[in-house]
């Protein structure tokens, strides 16, 4: 433990047993540096730290530094690492939930990866007990932090490391999604797939993919694996070969199944430029419930996904003991299924 870390805990304890009373004026920088014999930018550093962590009210210039109201402190704090994108905003919301209901504060980062490692010993210095990944996989995490990869499958845990992954049961998904095409009578299905390919362009099918397909094999549409295309993310030209493609060799085609609403974005946009009516008269399926295309979908749940990731490090930073298991999953369910149209004959 550091000088700063050292002098930052004692400190808290003299506040949280209420030596300096809420309201109070709290000892200058001057006096707690020659108290604890460290110099003014050591104890600027401790009370900054205490400010972030809602110790302490910095005034103006000249005002001192005030004690905060103890019953307005929060219990402790997490943090959220993601790009803010509308999936992650559903995630976010359950997080800040759970923690409203427990009293914690919630810190939000999107750092660039060159400094995910900085910023996470900034955290660890600020005293935040855990932090939840949308996207940045399994970084280097301080010691004594916990990990929640949120939208995620389990992956190797380095040894005494303390993380969780928590993802919808994007299997049931897919399953639940094609037996409702399937009973609504299209069988000339084609399937348009991305998100194979943010693991890696040799990684294995998804799981929503392999529900798709399993479904699409019960039902004897044989050539599943011939009708199903991967793209690389976000990626327009591939969805345009795509359909100038794949509309040609099965022209027959009454609906796209895609395995993400970006996915199904993409489709649009190609078939926009195409002139090729999609959705309408080729329907349009997505995966995330977070589009605007009026199309129907399987929602992963995303905000119950955020409320168990904080409920685990909330958990953890009130406990000192890490129970939460290795893999949780999220049921999914069916919206907007009225948008399937009913293929006759």
Excluded at 54 to 67: N, P, Q, S
Excluded at 177 to 196: K, N, P, Q, T, Y
Excluded at 232 to 239: T, V
Aim: aromatic share 8%.
């Amino acid at each position: 433990m550091t000088v700063t870390e050292k002098i930052c805990r004692e400190l808290k304890r003299r506040l949280e047993e209420g030596i300096y009373p809420d309201g109070s004026r709290f000892p200058s920088e001057s006096a707690l540096a020659d108290e604890f014999s460290v110099n003014k930018m050591t104890m600027n550093k401790v009370v900054s730290l205490l400010a972030d962590q809602h110790y302490l009210i910095r005034g103006t210039r000249g005002a001192g530094t005030r004690v905060a109201d103890n019953s307005c402190r929060p219990c402790g704090t997490i943090a959220f690492f993601s790009p803010l994108a509308p999936y992650s905003i559903c995630i976010l919301r359950g997080v800040y939930a759970e923690a409203l209901r427990r009293n914690f504060a919630v810190v939000i980062e999107s750092p660039a990866v060159e400094d995910l490692q900085h910023r996470l010993d900034m955290l660890r210095r600020m005293n935040v007990a855990g932090i939840i990944s949308a996207t940045y996989g399994i970084p280097v995490l301080p010691e004594g932090m916990a990990l929640c990869c949120v939208d995620s499958e389990p992956r190797t845990v380095p040894e005494g490391k303390k993380i969780v992954f928590i993802n919808s049961d994007n299997f049931q998904g897919g399953v639940r999604m094609m037996e409702e095409i399937c009973r609504r009578g299209h069988r000339e299905i084609l399937v348009f797939s991305a998100e194979r390919f943010h693991s890696g362009r040799q990684a294995p099918k998804t799981p929503r993919v392999c529900g798709f397909h399993r479904v699409m094999e019960s039902r004897g549409i044989k050539d599943y694996e011939e009708r199903t295309f991967y793209s690389a993310p976000d990626s327009l030209a591939d969805a345009k070969f795509f359909l100038e493609t794949y509309l040609k060799r099965f022209p027959r085609t009454t609906l796209i199944a895609a395995d993400s609403d970006g996915s199904a974005g993409m489709i649009h946009a190609a078939a926009l430029e195409l002139k090729v009516k999609c959705p309408a008269q080729i329907a349009l399926t997505g995966f995330g419930n977070v589009t605007q295309l009026p199309v129907a979908g399987v929602d992963q749940n995303p905000v119950r996904q955020g409320e168990l990731a904080a409920r685990y490090l909330i958990e953890y930073a009130s406990t000192g003991e890490w129970t939460a298991p290795l893999c949780t999953r999220v049921e999914t369910s069916l919206v907007n299924v009225e948008r399937i149209p009913i293929q006759l004959g």
